[in-house]
């Protein structure tokens, strides 16, 4: 069985896990106070060209949104974010568990405009009734989103300047960020996250870590004791320099671009084949996640040999699916699929 239904899928990239076996026997202070981590976030600031930017390394993609969420609203603040945004269909109500609702918006794409944020705000701030509704503090996007799909430059920084006006943080989920910013069609550098967020993350566990996020946190407000949000949140790990040593790796010799420019160039292949064969993608893309919707028939005898991800249901006769590469995706498995479509498609 050959996997294309995630980016998770093997252990980490051959670079990192020699980083972390080379500091055997090597003591290290704990929580993330040791010289791994202050040469990682050393890295870090360099390629954001944000020397004052707070950084801090966790293990997982939810504990972070919780953890940066929860540090950045008071009891009474909501977060705004895509009907299809990770917080709000994929991590079974943590946010909400943290005291924050998640007041989602209709994203076809996957994108939250900044027309709709100005729209929310304003709605709550003109309503007789403000004080009874949660009040929209903070938007939440993912970049690529659930769908693939890419900012551009412009609408970051629309949705940016709509958050200053309106008095909002923004931040982005970069669980996959490394394969948006080696996109052929992106326009946005990690200077400008930097320049245009209060905060984002770096994923790190779907682009070649073992596990692990770096949290970069450009806006003081939210960094202040956001160590204590980490413990509290149970997110602060002993052996912390297992994360430095990860980031370490993975910024060293741009290792983080180049095998995300691999995955997405592999995934381009499965476009293109899917494309000559006739089928309609769900939404354009460049990342590393492909959807389309295929016949049921095909799907089934596909199964047989590739797992991939089902997303819903199109029709009676056809489902829209997720095809995945990664930093690990080889190009013979590659191949392997897009032969499997070309016969099965005849």
Not at 70 to 94: C, F, K, M, W, Y
Not at 238 to 250: N, P
Not at 309 to 317: F, G, L, P, R, S
Request: proline share 4%; hydrophobic share 40%; glycine share 8%.
């Amino acid at each position: 069985m050959l996997y294309f239904n995630n980016d998770y899928n093997e252990i980490c990239h051959p670079a990192v896990l020699k980083k972390m076996t080379q500091s055997e026997g090597i003591q290290n202070p704990g929580y993330s106070m040791d010289e791994c981590c202050a040469r990682a976030t050393a890295l870090i600031r360099q390629k954001c060209a944000a020397p004052n930017a707070a950084v801090h390394f966790l293990v997982g993609g939810t504990q972070t949104n919780l953890t940066v969420i929860a540090a950045s609203l008071r009891p009474h603040q909501g977060v705004i974010s895509a009907d299809s945004g990770h917080i709000n269909v994929h991590e079974t109500g943590a946010i909400e568990a943290t005291g924050h609702k998640v007041i989602g918006v209709p994203a076809p794409d996957g994108k939250v405009r900044a027309e709709q944020v100005a729209r929310i705000v304003d709605n709550h701030r003109l309503s007789e009734d403000a004080e009874h509704i949660v009040q929209p503090k903070m938007v939440y996007i993912s970049n690529p989103t659930e769908y693939g799909t890419m900012y551009s430059l412009a609408e970051l920084e629309a949705l940016s300047a709509l958050c200053k006006e309106k008095g909002l943080y923004l931040y982005v989920d970069g669980a996959r960020m490394g394969y948006g910013l080696a996109a052929k069609d992106n326009d946005i550098t990690l200077p400008d996250y930097a320049r245009l967020c209060d905060a984002f993350y770096i994923g790190g566990t779907k682009v070649g870590a073992m596990f692990g996020e770096a949290v970069v946190i450009p806006n003081p407000s939210i960094a202040e004791d956001f160590r204590y949000l980490i413990k509290q949140r149970g997110g602060m790990l002993a052996k912390g320099w297992l994360l430095g040593l990860q980031f370490e790796a993975l910024f060293e010799d741009d290792l983080y671009m180049r095998i995300s420019a691999h995955a997405d160039k592999l995934a381009d292949q499965i476009r293109k084949t899917l494309a000559d064969l006739g089928y309609a993608l769900y939404l354009p893309g460049t990342t590393n996640q492909v959807f389309v919707t295929l016949p049921d028939s095909l799907l089934s005898e596909l199964g047989k040999e590739f797992t991939f991800a089902t997303w819903e249901k199109a029709d009676e006769n056809s489902t829209t699916v997720r095809f995945c590469t990664s930093w690990a995706t080889a190009q013979e498995n590659v191949d392997k699929l897009c032969s499997a479509l070309v016969r099965l498609s005849k």
